[in-house]
């Protein structure tokens, strides 16, 4: 259940990225893989290595996984700008 709830505070962050220029590595696709990579290796890092199970899940769980959500956005952010994607203007 922790899992879950790291990825789904991974992927309610992910849905802010739409306000920023499109200058992912990988476009939103992008934005959305590191996000979720970046919720589930924090929340990973600060459980010790292991998933809450049901019983041991709180709301606090999902707060764990913002810091490393907002990593891998903005990793993926700053790649994409040193690889020198332009803001896509529709």
Same mark, same amino acid.
């Given at each position: 259940?922790?899992?879950?709830?790291?990825?789904?505070?991974?992927?309610?962050?992910?849905?802010?990225?739409?306000?920023?220029?499109?200058?992912?590595?990988?476009?939103?696709?992008?934005?959305?893989? +590191? *996000? $979720?990579? =970046?919720?589930?290796?924090?929340? &990973?890092?600060?459980?010790?290595?292991?998933?809450?199970?049901? %019983?041991?899940?709180?709301?606090?769980?999902?707060?764990?996984?913002?810091? +490393? *959500? $907002?990593? =891998?956005?903005?990793?993926?952010? &700053?790649?994409?700008?040193?690889?020198?994607?332009?803001?896509? %203007?529709?």
């Amino acid at each position: 259940m922790g899992m879950l709830a790291w990825v789904m505070m991974g992927l309610a962050l992910w849905h802010f990225t739409v306000w920023a220029p499109d200058r992912y590595w990988g476009g939103i696709v992008g934005a959305f893989v +590191g *996000a $979720l990579v =970046g919720s589930i290796v924090t929340g &990973f890092i600060i459980n010790g290595f292991s998933v809450p199970g049901e %019983h041991a899940t709180h709301i606090l769980t999902a707060l764990e996984g913002v810091p +490393g *959500a $907002l990593a =891998g956005i903005a990793a993926m952010y &700053f790649e994409g700008v040193r690889r020198g994607n332009e803001a896509v %203007h529709i």
